[in-house]
């Protein structure tokens, strides 16, 4: 079962209002499951949202946030119940920090800073560094132009197989997270 699960998600709230109901409903879909959010420990956003969702849900929250984001005020630090931050030095030293603690990761909709993580902790499983399950939680089709740019990126031989024996994809968080859960025992 997994205990602690990694989301990357935007530090802003996109355009569609429905990105942010989903990254708190997910939140709380995590507290009550008991599985601990790990994630960037940021304060706006979707980030906001689903530390908010897990927050009103009773859940357990770790964040990692680099000293510079904090200097800015970007965090949520302190003041919930079940909220742990870590402030570090390095966007590396964060990155780290969550690979560790994670059981699975899951990617939200986000921007550049959520594909880097993404595609970091992505490459870290394909090169055997973790035998961690990856997956993209699917709200509205946001990552259906990836998952077929990577499934591209696999006819032309540039990835073994194709993208779905890599990362799992779903809208629906019982289903994501029991396939998750699935690909942790494999």
Not at 57 to 65: A, E, H, L, R
Not at 108 to 136: A, D, M, N, R, Y
Not at 144 to 149: E, K, N, R, S, T
Not at 153 to 158: D, K, L, P, S, V
């Amino acid at each position: 079962m997994i205990k602690h699960l990694a989301v990357f998600l935007g530090s802003r709230d996109g355009n569609d209002p429905a990105l942010s109901e989903q990254a708190y409903e997910v939140g709380k879909g995590l507290a009550e499951r008991g599985i601990e959010l790990v994630y960037g420990a940021g304060g706006g956003g979707l980030m906001g949202q689903i530390s908010q969702g897990a927050i009103d849900g009773g859940g357990k929250i770790f964040g990692v946030i680099p000293r510079f984001m904090v200097e800015r005020e970007w965090g949520r630090i302190e003041g919930a119940p079940g909220l742990q931050t870590i402030v570090v030095d390095t966007m590396h030293e964060r990155k780290a920090m969550m690979a560790e603690r994670a059981d699975a990761f899951l990617a939200l909709p986000g921007g550049i800073g959520t594909l880097e993580e993404l595609f970091e902790i992505w490459t870290w499983q394909t090169l055997s560094l973790h035998g961690k399950p990856v997956g993209l939680f699917n709200i509205g089709g946001f990552w259906d132009p990836l998952v077929a740019m990577m499934d591209r990126i696999g006819e032309a031989g540039f990835l073994h197989g194709s993208a779905s024996e890599h990362v799992v994809v779903g809208d629906d968080l019982d289903d994501v997270l029991a396939r998750l859960d699935e690909a942790r025992e494999t």
